[in-house]
């Protein structure tokens, strides 16, 4: 079995979520989700996580609390100081067509 490093011990999204809810004085998942004017499920895969905390929804989460990005991403324990973008983020997108 492979040992997790260190960064991924530490990074743990739901420590975000949880700070988010007692800030904003909600009482749980649902309400943060209208807060932030998400869908549920979409909470629910980033606590298990199977979906990553995106840029958009740091945004939304900066909107509604007043916490910084960066404060944000240290409860969420992203301590990355580069955040790396794949070739295909930069490009235009193309319907597979030649002109």
Avoid: F, W
Avoid at 34 to 54: C, E, F, M, N, Q
Wanted: glycine fraction near 4%.
């Amino acid at each position: 079995m492979e040992e997790q490093s260190l960064e991924e011990q530490n990074y743990d999204p739901n420590r975000l979520l949880d700070a988010l809810i007692k800030k904003l004085e909600l009482k749980n998942d649902a309400a943060l989700a209208r807060a932030l004017d998400i869908a549920p499920p979409l909470l629910s895969k980033i606590r298990h996580r199977r979906l990553p905390v995106g840029a958009s929804l740091l945004i939304r989460m900066y909107e509604a609390s007043d916490l910084s990005i960066k404060e944000l991403r240290a409860i969420m324990g992203d301590r990355r100081t580069k955040v790396r973008i794949s070739e295909a983020d930069g490009r235009p997108k193309t319907d597979g067509k030649k002109e």
